[in-house]
């Protein structure tokens, strides 16, 4: 099972305890995956999908409300009138269904009602990558203003949601990684939440062992060009004038470079005597690469 269905599993089960938070959700399920039919006078309220896990919910959700013991799949008659009143999708003047692209703001007031309802939505028409190979969550809309009334209601709670177009829909989603976390956290999916937080950890923790090993092994490698150069400098005033033409300053580390190629400065420092301090022995060779320039060494710098 992917990632996505494990957290959509654990909302599957899980219900607001008001009756308001019920309704809120009930609305997102109905607006995203909702279908409603008449045949002849009979008017019919089904869920368009074959997510067994969203049929759970719907049933649960319908229980809860309207204490239907055994819902159907299809809904008929007075119970979709009865249902569609609820969460303010029907018309009492024209009599009929009122197709609206968003929810009734007088069903998501309050911050409980919201988590509801993007919980309800995202169990009708959410998915989220996985979090071992990506941050990505979404939630697919029919509509610009379905589109924009979900984003705000995400964005209230302080995340960044944004929306994109994709073929006739417009997607909202979201991908910082500590923001998936909020959302999990704000749908309730508390095991999920646990889960990727592990995953966002080993991944973390992954990076900065790369960067950190990076970062030494480009420290070891500037430190090893830095000693080959100095050693081909010496080298070269050893062949053209011989290290006797040093200060004895300079003949002093230029020896001890030679005799210790891998030394670091600070190392090359404490063979002196006295002892000498890592900038005062790179103060000495870059003297020793200046003199070696000046004698036309390539590698003088």
Known sequence: MSFSSDVKKELAERAGTGRHCQLAELSAVIGYAGKVS?????????????????????????????????????????AVLKVLQSVKLWDDAGG????????????????????????????????????????HFE??????????????????????????????????????????????NIMEAHQALLNLENVRIVKEMRNSVNRQVNCETANISKTVNAAVRQIEDIRFIQAKRGLESLPDNLREIALLRLEFPDAPLKELGTYLNPPVGKSGVNHRLRRISEIAAEMGCEHGR
């Open 38 to 78: 008449t045949y002849g006078e009979t008017l019919y309220l089904q869920i368009a999908t074959e997510n067994s896990m969203l049929k759970k919910k719907f049933g649960l959700l319908l229980r809860l409300l309207f204490d239907f013991k055994e819902p159907k799949e299809k809904l008929s008659g007075e």
């Open 139 to 184: 939630i697919v809309c029919g509509s610009d203003r379905q589109a924009q009334q979900l984003k705000d209601m995400i964005n209230s709670f302080g995340m960044d949601a944004k929306i994109v177009a994709r073929k006739k829909n417009q997607v909202v989603y979201v991908k910082e990684g500590e923001h998936i976390v909020d959302l999990l």
């Open 96 to 135: 009929c269904f009122r197709n609206a692209e968003t929810a009734d703001g007088l069903l998501v007031q309050q911050g409980c009602c919201k988590r509801a309802f993007i919980r309800g939505a995202f169990l009708a028409a959410g998915s989220m990558s996985n979090p071992q190979k990506a941050y």
